[in-house]
């Protein structure tokens, strides 16, 4: 859903944000855009995770024990290997301040969902003040379900304003009709350091978000359902045509 999202309203022009100022959205205030469930349905590259890089990214953030078993339901969970490098397709560097330089990579794992061989692209647009560098920039799958990694280095030395930048990384399928499309966001934190707080909502609210990402999944899955549904009664009724035209064989 990430990674098919639009970034324009259904005026065609940039979304917006809800304030006075109505300046362009950042990621951070509208995450990836607007779902497209048809094109989620077909997203051609995948970015896979596992319930323990999932564990591994609440490791990361500071969360003490009663947080984390709040959200994993159980106290069977490791915390060997905490990392906020989540196999997540998105990418966010948070800076000292606008004036002091940063580099930090960023590993990726995708996942082929299409329908057989197939080439992608990198296509960068840069935030302002950084160089971003993917390797490869081409991406070769020789079969469906095929997985490839890549690597993405963000070098932020500063802007101007000191303010959210963001650009985005695409993956442009060669001869076919897919873009894969994952934010990058350089956010200044102008107080030392960049650190996990404390979340700000509650466990019941974080769980209550939780409950509906699942429920917007479970909408994707009968949207697919009911494609298939009316595909094979297409298909039914294109026979029916036929076997009266006697021109049905099969």
């Known amino acids: 859903m990430m990674t098919t999202a639009d970034t324009y309203d259904n005026t065609h022009s940039p979304i917006k944000e809800d304030t006075k100022k109505k300046s362009i959205a950042s990621p951070l205030a509208m995450g990836s855009g607007q779902i497209r469930p048809n094109q989620a349905l077909d997203p051609g590259l995948i970015y896979d995770a596992t319930p323990q890089d999932y564990v591994n990214l609440l490791c990361s953030m500071n969360l003490d024990e009663k947080q984390i078993m709040g959200i994993t339901r159980s106290r069977n969970y490791n915390c060997s290997n905490p990392s906020s490098d989540f196999n997540y397709p998105a990418f966010v560097v948070s800076s000292c301040d606008n004036r002091t330089s940063i580099v930090q990579n960023f590993k990726r794992i995708v996942t082929n969902v299409g329908e057989g061989a197939t080439t992608y692209k990198a ?128």
Request: glycine share 8%; aromatic share 8%.
């Open 123 to 250: 296509n960068v647009t840069l935030p302002e003040g950084s160089t971003v560098i993917v390797s490869p920039t081409k991406l070769i799958f020789r079969n469906k379900y095929e997985k490839q990694s890549y690597a993405v280095t963000i070098s932020f030395k500063g802007n101007n304003n000191g303010e959210v930048s963001f650009g985005d990384l695409i993956w442009e399928e060669e001869n076919g009709n897919h873009t894969v499309r994952s934010p990058i966001v350089i956010s200044p934190t102008h107080d030392g350091l960049p650190t996990f707080e404390q979340p700000k909502m509650s466990i019941e609210k974080l769980l209550e978000c939780g409950n509906m990402l699942i429920q917007e999944q479970e909408n994707v899955k009968r949207v697919q359902l009911a494609n298939k549904y009316l595909r094979e009664a297409a298909l039914g009724d294109a026979n029916k045509d036929a076997i009266k035209s006697g021109a049905f064989f099969g």
